[in-house]
């Protein structure tokens, strides 16, 4: 699990106590792959081969966040 990672999302599944992150992995990507799908068999191929770089914290995005049900 990693560790210290700050989430201030409490509607996340993996929101913890202390605003801390409960997730087994984290993925973040720039903003512009916001709605990519990573779920899919090609995407998984590109999430582990693509590199893009960010300017500021502000242009990328968590997508391990997964809603509470």
Do not use: R
Not at 33 to 43: N, P, Q, V
Not at 48 to 68: L, R
């Amino acid at each position: 699990m990693p560790k210290g990672v700050s989430c201030s999302v409490a509607n996340c599944s993996f929101w913890g106590q202390g605003n801390q992150c409960n997730a087994d992995q984290i993925m973040i990507d720039i903003d512009s792959h916001a709605h990519m799908d990573y779920k899919s068999e090609f995407a998984g191929d590109l999430q582990e081969n693509h590199k893009d770089s960010a300017v500021e914290s502000g242009s990328t995005c968590c997508h391990t966040f997964k809603p509470k049900e």
